[in-house]
Nanobody, 127 residues
Framework: QVQLVESGGGLVQAGGSLRLSCAAS????????MGWFRQAPGKEREFVAG????????YYADNVKGRFTISRDNAKNTGYLQMNSLKPEDTAAYYC????????????????????WGQGTQVTVSS
């Protein structure tokens, strides 16, 4: 099973940008579909973005579409989430996740389709 470690979180002002990274080890990263989720205090974890094994298909939650970009570099065993035009409501712990079993497009938003999770990285956006 792949192991995932997120990095790149931090404190940023509204309108700013951050790039999160998700480094994978102990597995063949290119075999896994990948997703980013987030959880704000007192709220349930929610889907942010997903990307197919080759990077050819990408999926976004409506509230980040046009601001966030998911990508991956299979040669570096790393996934990324570029976050622009950040808003205070983007404040959350961000988690990357990987799945061997995702096949259909509508699986990407389903948390229970992911078998492997990172420990999370905190993103705080000040107003």
């Amino acid at each position: 099973q792949v192991q995932l470690v997120e990095s790149g979180g931090g404190l940023v002002q509204a309108g700013g940008s951050l790039r999160l990274s998700c480094a994978a080890s102990k597995g063949t990263f290119r075999l896994y579909a990948m997703g980013w989720f987030r959880q704000a205090p007192g709220k349930e974890r929610e889907f942010v973005a997903g990307i197919s094994r080759t990077g050819g298909s990408r999926y976004y939650a409506d509230n980040v579409k046009g601001r966030f970009t998911i990508s991956r570099d299979n040669a570096k065993n790393t996934g990324y989430l570029q976050m622009n035009s950040l808003k205070p409501e983007d404040t959350a712990a961000y988690y990357c996740a990987a799945s061997l079993s995702i096949i259909f497009d509508d699986y990407y938003i389903q948390e229970n389709k992911y078998d492997n999770w990172g420990q999370g990285t905190q993103v705080t956006v000040s107003s």
